[in-house]
């Protein structure tokens, strides 16, 4: 049973660009969540979603962010006009039910705004 | 609100046993351990939900305090591989369930 997967796994991108960043979830989890890592700290919520639809991302910022899980298809972390604060390691997690279950967490994606 | 975990770091020579604490002011619905090694992602240990309950391996197990405010994570006969640093992320009781609030972490070494 393959983990969660991320690609791309290194993004790098100039100022003002988008990233894109996609999550493959684990084989019958509907329920996938993303973080954002900064360099030498934890690990923040961003967004939680269930196939086509958002169900809470209060921790995503309002602007140049957003994020999909289409109902065919990898979850969607977009990035618009990157800045360099948006540089960090951006994790997503899938789990099969919501409540008190464990959330496998992919390799992650490091992007890198120069 | 964001658990607090104690200590930011130790460092163990193999064999010896380390304590990690991970602490909130409001009861927990549930807390998770975590393991992440250098670049790598979080690497799931265990997870916790009921009041004094207590599970885990033969070296590496946790408890849940009875209030369900703190648990900690016990590291027995440390190894090499046991290096990393381990965060608790926990969900709240009530309200939003489901979104893991993460620690800072605790940057474990373990030299031979």
């Known amino acids: 049973n393959a983990g969660v997967m991320q690609n791309p796994r290194h993004l790098v991108r100039r100022r003002g660009q988008e990233a894109r960043l996609r999550c493959s979830p684990m084989k019958g989890h509907s329920h996938v969540y993303w973080y954002r890592q900064l360099p030498e700290e934890g690990l923040k919520f961003m967004v939680y979603l269930q196939k086509e639809n958002i169900i809470d991302e209060s921790g995503m910022p309002k602007e140049r962010f957003s994020a999909e899980f289409p109902k065919e298809g990898p979850s969607i972390l977009r990035i618009q006009q990157v800045v360099r604060g948006d540089s960090a390691a951006y994790f997503c997690?899938?789990?099969?039910?919501?409540?008190?279950?464990?959330?496998?967490f992919g390799p992650g994606t490091r992007l890198l705004v120069l | 609100q964001q658990p607090v975990q104690s200590p930011q770091a130790v460092i163990l020579r193999e064999g010896e046993d380390a304590v990690i604490n991970c602490s909130s002011s409001?009861?927990?619905?549930?807390v998770h351990w975590y393991r992440q090694k250098h670049g790598e992602a979080p690497v799931f240990l265990m997870i916790?939900?009921?009041?004094?309950e207590q599970k885990g391996h033969e070296k590496i197990s946790a408890s849940f305090n009875e209030k369900k405010q703190q648990s900690s994570l016990y590291l027995t006969a440390s190894q090499l591989s046991y290096s990393g640093t381990y965060f608790c992320g926990t969900e709240n009781s009530g309200g939003s369930n489901y979104k893991l609030t993460f620690g800072k972490g605790t940057l474990l070494t373990v030299n031979p």
């Open positions: 916790l939900l009921k009041g004094g």
């Open positions: 409001k009861a927990l619905y549930s």
């Open positions: 997690a899938s789990s099969p039910t919501p409540f008190g279950e464990t959330q496998y």
